[in-house]
């Protein structure tokens, strides 16, 4: 079987259903991913996401917002990997020092400035850092912002603005767990908001109250951290939560230990040839990012 999407369904036997979502994914819902109402996860007040972007064009840039419930699930890895495979400039909108701020080599303490937080109280478009293709460019967060976060709405209404003046076709936005109030304004704008998903008890907790508030939202899931040995219990609670709330499951990452100890600033995806240690890892972050490609063009 080549690697096409197989909807799970009560026709299969239990284990190979199982597996399919993970190897396969299922495929996209018929929800409306850029003309939908999105509900504000801290009101009641619902949105429709024409007044936050213009519509829907094959020209426009594309906002690929990665969101988690829980931290640790390695999503600032894959927004690093993503925004450099996908040529786009990438927006930290967390502010601890785990980040992708750090990891690019970026130190807050080292700076007068803090761009983003300066650029939001001017109304203006902050200039991104030159990753020179081996990091990705960078807007980069900082402390402060945890205290001076705007509206969803205004964080929305900036990175399409941002995003239109750049130039560039995708804008990638990492958020702090939890999404928070800039996080959820990053959601409200993205075209698609990558979802990592980690194959363990508490992170699945998680990820169903995520899904319970925004399983509209155009959601791509991707299993993340996933062992050679994926625990069968929880293989068949995220078939149940796919199944439940029609999301959407893209490939999977597994698991490369060898990630946790890397120091180089580079992109793992933009060395070449990659080491051994990193060849499947590599492969699989292709494959998310032509997963995060078809997935806006449907």
């Known amino acids: 079987m080549g690697r096409e999407s197989v909807k799970c369904s009560g026709s299969l036997e239990p284990s190979k259903s199982d597996l399919a979502v993970l190897q396969y994914g299922i ?9 939908g109402s999105y509900i504000r996860r801290d009101t009641s007040v619902q949105m429709s996401a024409g007044e936050l972007r213009a519509p829907h064009t094959s020209l426009m840039p594309k906002i690929v917002t990665v969101a ?25 909108l967390d502010w601890d020092e785990g980040g992708v701020t750090r990891k690019w080599g970026y130190r807050h303490e080292n700076r007068v400035h803090a761009p983003m937080i300066e650029a939001l109280a001017a109304g203006r478009t902050p200039t991104v850092l030159n990753g020179r293709g081996r990091k990705p ?32 076709p995708f804008v990638v936005v990492d958020t702090h767990p939890g999404a928070a109030t800039a996080g959820h304004g990053a959601m409200l704008a993205a075209h698609v908001v990558v979802v990592p998903v980690v194959l363990r008890t508490n992170e699945l907790n998680a990820l169903e109250g995520m899904l319970k508030e925004v399983a509209d939202y155009p959601l791509l899931l991707i299993p993340n951290l996933v062992p050679r ?7 068949r609670r995220l078939r149940r939560l796919v199944e439940t709330y029609q999301a959407e499951v893209g490939p999977l990452v597994r698991d490369c230990r060898a990630l946790g100890t890397r120091k180089r600033h580079a ?9 051994a240690v990193y060849r499947d890892f590599v492969a699989s972050m292709r494959e998310v990012a032509g997963a995060v490609r078809r997935y806006i063009s449907d």
């Open 229 to 235: 040995r994926a625990p069968a219990a929880e293989i």
């Open 27 to 35: 495929p996209p819902n018929k929800l409306p991913k850029c003309a």
């Open 267 to 275: 992109a793992v995806v933009a060395e070449q040839p990659a080491a």
């Open 68 to 92: 988690a419930s829980k931290g640790g699930v390695g999503k600032s890895t894959l927004a690093y990997e993503l925004a450099v495979l996908l040529d786009a400039p990438l927006v930290d």
């Open 137 to 168: 460019d960078l807007l980069p967060g900082h402390p402060d912002f945890a205290e001076r976060q705007p509206a969803p709405e205004d964080i929305a209404t900036a990175l399409s603005k941002w995003a239109g003046e750049w130039g560039r």
